[in-house]
């Protein structure tokens, strides 16, 4: 370990700086594990309110980071997701008052049994302890993430994106002085502010430290994230959908399975359990024409294979990269095929483990396909779209993860939690 | 991708040759998920009969192992490791049929909800998919490790040490045939027997194909693995396991406490969960002595504080190093601390996780032990020794997590699951 002599000229001790981050996180997350649920909880209720009186600070905050996206020349898109307005805090607040209301996952008894030889086992949800995220321009992932931590009984440190620092700093101190308002440690929740890269990888190894490491945002981020960390990292990469209609899908009210694909590509194509592959049994035919009609109609452009193009003649030709892209967008690529088991086999290739979905009448087709589909959500007969920890009642989501140790889906408050086992004896040795 | 003529002479191409092992692998776990318990547990009875009918043939092989190691100077303690006799081959034959009754993880619902939509929401258990084993010279590993492994439907890639090359193979084949005798694939289970560590490396790439990597050894093998990985690792480092006796363990039955540490550290001091550090509360001297002298009968040596050394006259000084020391030895270091909550710091700071245990009468003392200490396994007025999957009643242990994701303490066939969200709706859309 160096000693570097602080001057004010002088760079930030990075690896110092980190040890300090994590060492007190760590210090927070040990004081935590002693606090129960309803002092948790009221850290939340006071953040919420704290958010709502600061509407007008946080707005003003907010505006200097649109400021600056817009001298840099960022695009709408970008803006957008920046933006807060005060409807958007009370969303805030209200997300975090019903992170409060959730059940609390921290204590709850997973499995117990009492031995032959009268020890007592219990296998215990506790806090997983200290969890790094990593994220990018949306404030709102401040407080959601702060909160949902908290709820699990986890220290944090939150390490935003630049372009939304002012907004960031402002959400990150209500958390602050929240916990403070319930005699907790400030440094429960830390922000991260320093636009310093290299500070992230010097946290990144402090495996001693932060217990996981969760990075919210696209691919790359996510990919350097996996790449630099000595720790344990929970991610969501691509979420590259599929619909596949049966060919028993003809069997099914009319309608319905074409209604279906339009849903899950078009209701909202910019997130990740929008699909992005439709897969047709080659006696589906008129559900195809029919769908592509629909889609037509709601202005998404269509990629397909050479047998789709003969049915749908506007589509254009897809190529091979097309299988394997997240469009995130308004448009479908569509592969005609002649089995069950190859739209298997293209799902379990071009996929990428988040959400797929089989529409059918019949049974076997259905049970074929959720055994064999290697998926986080395998769905019959509904909407990709589903896939949501709103939807699944996990109540707020921390993110969706295709990963298949620890959580796998949609992934709630009692995911971010482990377990211990609790042994009780009353003077067994072992012989 | 590049080609390479193969000759003979040239070496193997090792990015292809992981690629090869890896892709079958792979392809092999998609077969399994289609093949039920009853089918996996024929597999599982057939290995035990080969493996009993095999008994000279791998005794034999194990001798041929034996010989080289004798010639390259092995320690006696090594050769005992690597040795197979007849009994021991009936003792793998029994432990596989004992993997094959337990109760099947695979299918499991670990929870489900009808949500207001109607849409029903299944958890349910499905397997990892492809495990790599990196282990080191004790060739049982090789068919408890597959044995489990297919137990919860995985296929898995077995990287054993060289020094059991001969072993390994006659079991592995025997593993190999009972698949084949069930009309199973073979290359459900590989053994890799290259004596090139780059092909582990290689192997260690393939994070499309092998879902996770267990590695069993010391801390040398583990630590190269991690650092290596572009797979999820589960793993466990030390075990420096505690036991702290409370001022309330004078409450409790008279010997019982003196009785326990004696046990936690002398009953077999070489495995993961004998107790390293003794910590006494000032207050406990009387049982402080009577530990040491129970402890010198059982000729372990001890390494004290200095107010151990004031209580234990022939106690030898403790460095700061022995707070940190797995012995696996008959060696015990003594602290005596002043309060439970400097017996928690020394442990939470020292310790690794494992499992550690208080002794005490007193109800608040055994929660606050229970509650702030961080490990696995945590225990009230009985053996650390107990932490085992065997003693937990989760029947064959692929091992004991140190890792708080995915799996905690000891690890049975559900813990090489992860699991899949099904989703059944009639036609439900996303508004």
Redesign the interface.
């Known amino acids: 370990m160096h000693v570097t002599t602080k001057l004010q000229t002088e760079p930030v001790d990075l690896p110092a700086e980190a040890r300090r981050l994590a060492g007190q996180a760590r210090a927070a997350s040990?004081k935590l594990?002693?606090v129960g649920g309803r002092q948790r909880n009221e850290v939340l209720r006071s953040l919420a309110d704290l958010l709502e009186e600061r509407t007008d600070h946080l707005v003003q905050a907010n505006g200097r980071d649109l400021d600056l996206a817009g001298e840099s020349g960022a695009s709408e898109a970008f803006v957008g997701k920046l933006r807060i307005g005060p409807p958007d805090v009370a969303t805030m607040a209200a997300a975090v008052r019903r992170i409060g209301d959730q059940t609390d996952p921290v204590g709850q008894v997973i499995e117990g049994?009492v031995?032959p030889n009268g020890?007592r086992?219990e296998k215990v949800r506790v806090p997983?302890?200290v969890i790094l995220i990593i994220y990018e321009s949306r404030p709102n992932v401040t407080c959601d993430a702060a909160a949902l931590c908290l709820k699990a009984g986890n220290a944090t440190i939150l390490r935003g994106g630049k372009e939304a620092a002012h907004s960031n700093a402002v959400i990150a101190e209500a958390v602050r002085d929240a916990l403070e308002a319930q005699g907790l440690d400030r440094d429960t929740v830390q922000l991260v502010q320093t636009s310093d890269r290299a500070l992230v990888g010097e946290l990144l190894k402090r495996n001693k430290e932060i217990?996981?490491v969760i990075p919210r945002g696209g691919a790359g981020l996510i990919r350097a994230v996996v790449e630099q960390s000595h720790i344990?990292v929970?991610k969501h990469f691509d979420g590259i959908c599929h619909v596949y209609v049966d060919r028993h899908a003809l069997e099914?009210?009319e309608g319905?399975a074409a209604?279906?694909c339009v849903?899950?590509k078009a209701?909202?194509p910019g997130v990740c359990n929008a699909a992005e592959t439709l897969l047709f049994h080659e006696a589906a035919a008129p559900i195809l024409r029919e769908t592509g009609r629909r889609l037509r109609d709601a202005g998404v452009e269509i990629r397909g294979c050479e047998l789709t193009r003969q049915i749908l003649e506007s589509a254009e030709p897809a190529t091979e990269d097309d299988w394997s892209t997240e469009y995130l967008d308004k448009i479908v690529s569509i592969r005609v095929v002649s089995s069950l088991a190859d739209a298997v086999e293209h799902i379990?290739r071009h996929g990428s483990g988040h959400t797929d979905a089989i529409l059918t009448a019949d049974i076997a087709s259905?049970d074929a396909f959720?055994?064999?589909v290697?998926?986080?959500?395998?769905?019959?007969?509904?909407?990709t779209?589903?896939?949501d920890g709103g939807?699944?009642?996990l109540g707020a989501e921390i993110g969706i993860s295709t990963?298949?140790?620890?959580a796998?889906?949609?992934m709630g408050a009692a995911d971010l939690t482990?377990?211990?086992?609790?042994?009780?004896?009353?003077?067994?040795?072992?012989q």
């Open positions: 040990w594990a002693g049994s031995r020890l086992l997983l302890g217990d996981v344990p929970i099914l009210p319905q209604a279906i849903n899950a209701q909202r379990n259905a959720v055994a064999a290697d998926s986080a959500n395998v769905m019959v007969n509904c909407s779209r589903f896939s939807e699944y009642g990963d298949k140790l620890h796998r889906g949609p482990t377990y211990k086992w609790v042994v009780r004896g009353d003077g067994q040795v072992r």
